[in-house]
């Protein structure tokens, strides 16, 4: 196991985020430094990877949960995309990294699913003979209504991805027309051939204009997070869960350690802010403001039955970065389908002492609003949004779009104006790092679960002052938003309403 966690670790690095130089007012960490993090979820997980990969030998990871990995947590899903096509280059880039390490069965083990993948383990977790078989690969939707399908095009043609244009759609679709030069035509495919006969698809598929990319699927992001814990462990980091961390501890400005509810304390040469979307509520005196906001997104999963599972096995995840913001899975082993809208979202604004008005929708602070808080209505959705959500589903697959809801969560990320990480050392106290703001990206659509594998290579970078300095600037805690940035482009938030959501065995 020792050598599979050893070769986790000799990756190569790409453009995104290359080691420079240190710099002045940054950390000075040595192998022996005590690292404190705070959160178990990607970010924080992954972070403890790469630190335990650049030798330091004290890393400590403080989770509020009981049970690892934490029950409300975005990351602890069945499944999160796994893509390249973003209209953001540098994400392009980065997805790309991450595609390759996941492919990496030996380290990752069998949980992700891409074209031409086919996963089982045996007791070990390592790759043997499969009986679950899934072509996945991406279909990429709404070029015609957003132009940011057309630079996601771009990018992931510009990066050699494979990918292929729906040929039904070609003549008659301008803007990807226009995307590919005259001098390289790319290869196309027929929704024929994508979709297996015994698949029914309806106009959300048959009348949208797009591509298929190939390079790219779903990972089992709960089983994910559980081997990455598992070598975080085995490379001799420790993973506290039950320690819900309420302040900092502070020698004159420098943060030197944190203290829990229970009481307990734990010194740090450095702490790492890894909690998400509880980052802002939790930490009120960070006046973080717009600069982080908690929003919720819907998510539902309808049971197959096995006969449907099995029809339906060999789909690919379908993905709308038009207006609708629609996505859907291939059934699991489980033959569940999950699905979801990433749009505006939903805010929990809760009053906090001193806290600053994070958007026009109201004072305060938004907070998540889990299982974990509020029970079985902390699953519940807005209703509107569930509607919403079996609307495009019917629209994609009509056979299907009228069985009940077999699940219903709301998955809280941390949204940024810009939709760009917040991967900092504090400006006015260098013993305290932030790491948030993951967008829905960091499993992008979500996904952080999707960077697992590399995020935490650019936060070990920006600790060690090697990050370079335009990726430092797009990640810096104080960049500045002018008034037209606005959150996921400009998507309607709303304020929840307890009284108007629902859940499992209810009418939406």
């Given at each position: 196991?020792?050598?599979?966690?050893?070769?986790?670790?000799?990756?190569?690095?790409?453009?995104?985020?290359?080691?420079?130089?240190?710099?002045?007012?940054?950390?000075?960490?040595?192998?022996?430094?005590?690292?404190?993090?705070?959160?178990?979820?990607?970010?924080?997980?992954?972070?403890?990877?790469?630190?335990?990969?650049?030798?330091?030998?004290?890393?400590?990871?403080?989770?509020?949960?009981?049970?690892?990995?934490?029950?409300?947590?975005?990351?602890?899903?069945?499944?999160?995309?796994?893509?390249?096509?973003?209209?953001?280059?540098?994400?392009?880039?980065?997805?790309?990294?991450?595609?390759?390490?996941?492919?990496?069965?030996?380290?990752?083990?069998?949980?992700?699913?891409?074209?031409?993948?086919?996963?089982?383990?045996?007791?070990?977790?390592?790759?043997?003979?499969?009986?679950?078989?899934?072509?996945?690969?991406?279909?990429?939707?709404?070029?015609?209504?957003?132009?940011?399908?057309?630079?996601?095009?771009?990018?992931?043609?510009?990066?050699?991805?494979?990918?292929?244009?729906?040929?039904?759609?070609?003549?008659?679709?301008?803007?990807?027309?226009?995307?590919?030069?005259?001098?390289?035509?790319?290869?196309?495919?027929?929704?024929?051939?994508?979709?297996?006969?015994?698949?029914?698809?309806?106009?959300?598929?048959?009348?949208?204009?797009?591509?298929?990319?190939?390079?790219?699927?779903?990972?089992?992001?709960?089983?994910?997070?559980?081997?990455?814990?598992?070598?975080?462990?085995?490379?001799?980091?420790?993973?506290?869960?039950?320690?819900?961390?309420?302040?900092?501890?502070?020698?004159?400005?420098?943060?030197?350690?944190?203290?829990?509810?229970?009481?307990?304390?734990?010194?740090?040469?450095?702490?790492?802010?890894?909690?998400?979307?509880?980052?802002?509520?939790?930490?009120?005196?960070?006046k973080l403001g717009r600069r982080a906001l908690a929003t919720g997104q819907a998510t539902v999963t309808v049971q197959l039955t096995p006969e449907e599972g099995e029809r339906y096995r060999k789909v690919p995840v379908i993905l709308d970065l038009g207006p609708s913001g629609f996505y859907c899975f291939p059934p699991n082993e489980d033959n569940l389908i999950k699905m979801g809208s990433h749009v505006g979202g939903v805010t929990n604004m809760v009053p906090i002492s001193d806290a600053p008005t994070v958007d026009v929708i109201s004072s305060g602070i938004s907070s998540p609003r889990t299982m974990l808080s509020h029970g079985v209505d902390g699953l519940k959705v807005p209703k509107s949004e569930a509607r919403f959500i079996r609307e495009c589903f019917g629209k994609v697959f009509p056979e299907l779009g009228e069985k009940p809801f077999n699940s219903t969560r709301l998955c809280w990320y941390t949204d940024s104006p810009d939709s760009n990480w917040i991967i900092d050392v504090h400006p006015a106290d260098p013993g305290l790092a932030l790491v948030t703001a993951g967008s829905g990206h960091g499993f992008k659509i979500s996904v952080i679960p999707q960077f697992l594998p590399v995020i935490g290579r650019l936060v070990v970078d920006r600790l060690e002052g090697k990050m370079d300095e335009s990726t430092r600037r797009r990640f810096a805690v104080e960049r500045e938003f002018d008034e037209h940035t606005t959150y996921r482009d400009g998507a309607v938030i709303s304020a929840l309403d307890p009284d108007d959501l629902i859940g499992v065995g209810e009418d939406c």
């Open positions: 196991m020792l050598a599979l966690i050893q070769k986790f670790f000799r990756g190569t690095s790409t453009d995104t985020g290359k080691a420079t130089p240190s710099t002045s007012g940054d950390p000075s960490l040595v192998p022996s430094s005590k690292i404190v993090i705070v959160g178990s979820g990607c970010f924080g997980v992954s972070t403890a990877l790469h630190l335990l990969r650049r030798g330091y030998r004290d890393v400590t990871i403080l989770e509020r949960a009981s049970d690892l990995p934490a029950v409300d947590a975005a990351s602890t899903d069945i499944n999160k995309i796994v893509r390249s096509s973003y209209n953001d280059e540098f994400y392009t880039l980065l997805a790309r990294e991450a595609l390759e390490a996941w492919k990496d069965h030996e380290v990752w083990g069998h949980n992700y699913y891409d074209i031409a993948s086919i996963y089982n383990s045996d007791a070990t977790g390592l790759i043997c003979e499969s009986s679950f078989s899934n072509r996945s690969g991406v279909l990429v939707c709404g070029i015609e209504a957003d132009l940011h399908g057309n630079r996601a095009f771009q990018n992931d043609h510009k990066h050699g991805a494979r990918i292929k244009r729906i040929a039904t759609l070609i003549e008659s679709d301008e803007t990807s027309r226009l995307a590919t030069s005259k001098a390289d035509k790319r290869e196309t495919v027929t929704l024929e051939e994508i979709f297996d006969p015994g698949v029914s698809i309806g106009s959300g598929i048959s009348h949208t204009h797009g591509y298929f990319n190939e390079d790219g699927g779903w990972a089992y992001s709960k089983r994910a997070m559980e081997r990455a814990m598992e070598l975080v462990k085995k490379l001799g980091g420790k993973i506290i869960p039950g320690k819900e961390v309420s302040s900092t501890i502070k020698d004159q400005s420098r943060t030197r350690g944190v203290k829990c509810k229970d009481g307990s304390e734990f010194a740090a040469d450095i702490v790492v802010l890894a909690i998400g979307c509880w980052t802002a509520s939790t930490f009120p005196e960070l």
